[in-house]
């Protein structure tokens, strides 16, 4: 079984390996992607790997895939891009980590996402959303981790290791990310802060 495991991910690392990061110079490999003629590091200007806080391949590998698509299908400028594995790193990746999934060195048993339950992510959420300091951030938080539910999902096709079965409580319930968000808002009695203004644009939308 591991052995068949590590060859899936291997061979999607080899997929990756050498293609240009959009708007960079760098490549997919490399520990730091950001932006031509700015320094590197997790500022808005770009993304430092080693700083990512895991050393565990598989893990990596997804967090390094979802966010060179999210950055390539939509072109978006990397600095831009920061905040989305920033939102993953304390939500998803951090969740992952504590249930020991998709730990080990290469001819290690990985356990899969399909370990991850419905409470695990409703527990999960619940911490994320009193984090947040606006209904609108709030909600943000959740399409991002809609969006790598649906690549996680897609690359498992490929790589089982991948799948998640568990469910997003707002897809339980056949809402949208904001009714739920709302609603769930009211049931752990958080007062988020009002916004004035116009609502932020997604990160993708916007320019540095």
């Known amino acids: ?31 730091t992607w950001c932006s031509k003629g700015s320094f590197a590091g ?3 200007y770009g993304v430092s790997w080693k700083l990512f806080d895991t050393d ?9 895939a979802y ?24 939500s998803m990746f951090q969740l992952m980590e504590s249930k020991k999934l998709l730990t080990g060195k290469a001819g290690d048993v990985l356990l899969g996402l399909s370990h ?8 999960m959420i619940d911490t994320l959303l009193v984090s947040q300091t606006s209904k609108e951030k709030a909600i943000v938080a959740c399409h991002e981790i809609a969006a790598f539910f649906t690549f ?7 790589i089982p290791v991948y799948r998640i079965r568990a469910r997003l409580p707002w897809i339980q319930s056949g809402e949208s990310a904001r009714a739920w968000v709302e609603k769930r808002a009211k049931d ?7 916004v004035e203004g116009f609502e ?3 990160t993708e939308s916007v320019q540095p």
């Not at 920061?82 to 939102?87: G, N, Q």
């Not at 991850?116 to 527990?123: P, Q």
């Open 42 to 44: 997790t500022s808005r």
């Open 67 to 90: 966010l060179f698509d999210a950055i390539s299908d939509r072109r978006i400028e990397i600095g831009s891009a920061v905040s989305k594995i920033r939102t993953l790193r304390v």
């Open 1 to 31: 079984l591991a052995k068949a495991q590590w060859v899936l991910v291997q061979e999607l690392e080899r997929q990756y390996r050498g293609k240009i990061v959009y708007g960079t110079s760098c490549k997919f490999e490399d520990d």
């Open 188 to 194: 752990l009695s958080i007062a988020f802060s009002e």
């Open 116 to 123: 991850l339950t419905d409470d695990d992510l409703m527990l």
């Open 56 to 64: 565990e391949q598989a893990l990596r590998l997804l967090a390094k």
């Open 152 to 158: 996680a999902n897609h690359i498992s096709e490929q």
């Open 200 to 202: 932020p644009l997604p």
